[in-house]
């Protein structure tokens, strides 16, 4: 049972990368989820987290309107779309998922996860 993020990588500025993350052991039908990220000398933070039936959304301010979060639940995966990406977005990726937490979706995105993947590096080059 893990989860497992990939598609991190090198990118100038103003450019856009897709993270992908995949479940396995599980289904992630249902299942809260959530991309964050913890840049060098600073504390992990919730960048997008999703309701398990899609519905609510939370974004930090720092990426709104230029992430996106979505499912593929017949592939079992989720997907940070980031576009516009800026230095500031240098940090390592992680997703999470948690099944009917019964809690509201800005508080999951406060790390209320359970389950945890491997993250992935983003490096946004100026």
């Known amino acids: 049972v893990q989860l497992q993020a990939s598609g991190g990588g090198q990118v100038q500025a103003g450019g856009s990368l897709r993270l992908s993350c995949t479940a396995s052991g599980f289904s992630l039908d249902y299942y809260d989820i959530g991309w964050f990220r913890q840049a060098p000398g600073k504390a992990r933070e919730g960048v997008l987290c999703?309701?398990?039936?899609?519905?609510?959304?939370y974004s930090a301010d720092s990426v709104k309107d230029r992430f996106t979060i979505s499912r593929d639940n017949a592939k079992n995966m989720v997907y940070l779309q980031m576009n516009n990406l800026k230095a500031e977005d240098t940090a390592v990726y992680y997703c999470?998922?948690?099944?009917?937490?019964?809690?509201?979706?800005?508080?999951?995105?406060?790390?209320?996860?359970?389950?945890w993947g491997q993250g992935t590096l983003v490096t946004v080059s100026s």
């Open positions: 999470a998922a948690e099944i009917a937490p019964q809690l509201p979706i800005d508080t999951m995105c406060r790390g209320a996860f359970k389950r």
């Open positions: 999703m309701s398990g039936d899609d519905e609510h959304t």
